[in-house]
């Protein structure tokens, strides 16, 4: 039988992951129900954290936005100050699933489910985000560039809590583009994305690069393109960005079919910045 614990701080939660064999925290719901309904999800132990005041909390500043792993998915979508200061992620963020699902899942749920095919990593990859996590031996930030660390596997141990998620200013002369491709609605889960950041540091111009539903884990590239006319930086990039795909075939497309769509969507993202396009 399933039991359901409701601890009200972190460091409550942090002892009941730390006792507890098999624990698994409850952010949203949204992929855990599903799971448990498919009979993959076996745990006896849940542990809510929505009732810990601290991971709801949204700052946001010059530096950036730090939201707090109970942060709904919507809000950063939504939320003024984090479109102003983020405006990439709070694009990326947009695009997942539906605004139901949005409005349940968690800024914090969402990386910890480790799924290759998140739209919101693409953008956090090339943000820099950081993910800070607790556990009965303290805290710890792990970079969001190293911490989907194979199929359906993150770097989180298995009795930390994700606390939040630091996304750094994006420069206001940076900009920003995400393009999903779903093959069976547009709400769907993607065949292929990405999200591109075209940055001018020093008269240097950086693509970054974050690659969706494209290789077992969500991928990140940056490219030096200073002084390159658009076509070619969008050809470097593709040329770049190719080798790193590794599609894993399913109802939504085989892999060459992924890997086709996945060239299309770094080509669109990349032009797009180049060409200072950022529409949504
Ligand atoms: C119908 C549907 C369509 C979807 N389509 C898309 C899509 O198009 N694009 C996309 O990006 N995503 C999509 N998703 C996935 C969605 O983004 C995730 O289900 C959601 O973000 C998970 O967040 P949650 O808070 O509900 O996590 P939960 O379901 O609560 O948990 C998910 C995992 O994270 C762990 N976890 C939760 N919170 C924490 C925490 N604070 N610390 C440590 N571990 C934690 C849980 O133990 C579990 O392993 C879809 C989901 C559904 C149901």
Redesign the pocket.
Known sequence: MTMLHRPESLDEACMLLAELDDA???????????LRRQGILFTEDLVD?SRIPE?RAVETGPDGVRAG??VP?RRMETDPAIRRAVPLAARTYG????PR?RN???V???V??G?Y????PTALLVLDATIE?RSVRGPRSLAVREFFTGFQETA?EHD????AITVPAQPTDAVGRFVKMSSLSA????SASAAALLTTEDGRRTLHLGLGALAPVPVHLSLDVSGMPTERAVSEAMAAAEPLMDPIPDVRGSSDYKRRLGLVAVREAATDVCEERTHA
């Not at 930390?160 to 606390?163: A, G, H, L, P």
């Not at 709400?187 to 993607?190: T, V």
């Open positions: 698994q925290v409850y952010g949203g719901g949204t992929a855990i129900e599903i954290v991971l792993a109970m998915v695009h997942v699933a539906n699902v349940t899942a968690t914090g749920g969402n910890a489910h799924d095919r998140l739209d919101p996590a989180l930390e809590v994700i606390t709400n769907d889960w993607p």
